[in-house]
């Protein structure tokens, strides 16, 4: 199972940081960010799977595809900010951290915008 290979590197990753953090700082930031994107290469073709198991649900219900296509961008740019986020807060940078999270949250609500004016207007239909 992939997911012992995601753990297994998780934890060696851990523990190279663990020893490089007393010697080579520099490094065990290199290492984290490294290990971030190995994971993700794994996670790949999985989500993948997530967005075209999506997307023909979306086309059996009928749904807007532009409404998909900003729902996907807003979880992408999600798990986007999270791991940069934690990039920063593993160099130590905490403040950086907020404000990544902070500008992310501003543009995904920007991206959430037109869904949220097409539900008002959904509702406002339904009202009598």
């Known amino acids: 199972m992939e997911i012992f290979q995601i753990i297994g590197l998780g934890i060696v990753a851990t523990i190279i940081i663990v020893i490089l953090k007393q010697t080579r700082p520099e490094f065990a930031v290199l290492v984290s960010i490294v290990t971030g994107v190995i994971i993700f290469t794994l996670i790949l073709p999985h989500l993948a799977y997530i967005i075209d198991t999506i997307s023909s649900l979306s086309s059996r219900v009928n749904v807007d595809f532009s409404y998909f296509g900003t729902l996907i961008k807003i979880i992408g740019m999600a798990y ?28 995904i609500m920007v991206l959430a915008i037109p869904i949220l004016l097409a539900l008002l207007d959904l509702i406002i239909k339904i009202l009598p």
Do not use: C, N, P, T
């Open 80 to 107: 986007i900010v999270e791991f940069a986020s934690q990039v920063s807060r593993d160099a130590g940078q905490e403040s950086i951290a907020m404000k990544i999270e902070l500008g992310g949250k501003v543009l």
